[in-house]
């Protein structure tokens, strides 16, 4: 079964600041998405970026960008210059192309981001 | 606003109770997914509906059940309630259709269900 695994439960970042979140994960399927999605104090969940793993450049909206590397199951998010706004809990998540019955998406356990002024 | 729409936003009952959550997803969307979100955890999927069918399970309770009418709006309903069912939950609906799909699930406010 496909798994998803962020190892760093909390990170913190000065505003202004880079910092890089961590995300593995394990399928033997070579088709799917990787998405990251932000969860801020309201909890809505939104995506912030998409990666289709038959693409090998890496995703990049605005200020945020993935380090895709998939023969070692990895997919890190860069936020770059860092604003208070992006203080959040962090999924990183897995989603079949061809999921058969079903394409679910797949969770890891999150990572809190504290941005300090 | 990602289209999809679920009420109630907070719900409070009491154990032993049954309540049901509503979903209508995006317009055009067939599939609905339900997940659950306890207090500082991830989320943890229950179950997938497409076009009106069961897809998949996953981590849910005998005591929860789900089902998807013909208009593709969705109900998860949650019986003989107990404390540890306080959570959040999630609908989602995706498109599977072509050019239109990005392998993206777009997610409703969720409804915030406590149970005392």
């Known amino acids: 079964a496909q798994t998803v695994t962020q190892s760093q439960p909390e990170m913190s970042v000065q505003e202004a600041e880079t910092v890089t979140l961590s995300c593995t994960y394990d399928?033997?399927?070579?088709?799917?998405?990787l998405f990251w999605y932000k969860q801020p104090p309201s909890r809505q969940m939104i995506l912030v970026i998409r990666?289709?793993?038959?693409?090998?450049q890496n995703a990049t909206e605005n200020r945020f960008s993935v380090n895709f590397q998939k023969a070692a199951k990895s997919f890190s998010l860069k936020i770059s210059d860092s604003q208070l706004g992006d203080a959040a809990m962090y999924f990183c998540?897995?989603?079949?192309?061809?999921?058969?019955?079903?394409?679910?998406?797949?969770f890891g356990t999150g990572t809190l981001l504290a941005v300090q002024p | 606003d990602s289209g999809v729409t679920q009420t109630p936003k907070h719900l409070i009952t009491a154990t032993g109770q049954r309540v049901t959550l509503r979903c209508s997803p995006r317009?055009?969307?067939?599939?609905v997914y339900w997940y659950q979100q306890s207090l500082d955890q991830g989320l943890q999927f229950l179950i997938h509906?497409?076009?009106?069918?069961?897809?998949a399970k996953g981590n849910i309770l005998e005591r929860f059940s789900a089902q998807q009418f013909p208009d593709l709006h969705s109900e998860l309903n949650l019986s003989s309630l107990e404390l540890g069912d306080s959570a959040l939950y999630f609908c989602?609906?995706?498109?599977?259709?072509?050019?239109?799909?990005?392998?993206?699930?777009?997610f409703g406010e969720g409804s915030r269900l406590t149970v005392l």
């Open positions: 990666q289709e793993a038959y693409k090998q």
């Open positions: 317009s055009g969307d067939l599939s």
């Open positions: 989602a609906s995706s498109t599977n259709a072509g050019a239109a799909n990005t392998g993206e699930l777009f």
């Open positions: 509906y497409y076009n009106g069918e069961e897809r």
């Open positions: 399928t033997s399927e070579s088709d799917y998405y």
């Open positions: 998540a897995y989603r079949e192309i061809y999921g058969g019955a079903t394409n679910k998406l797949i």
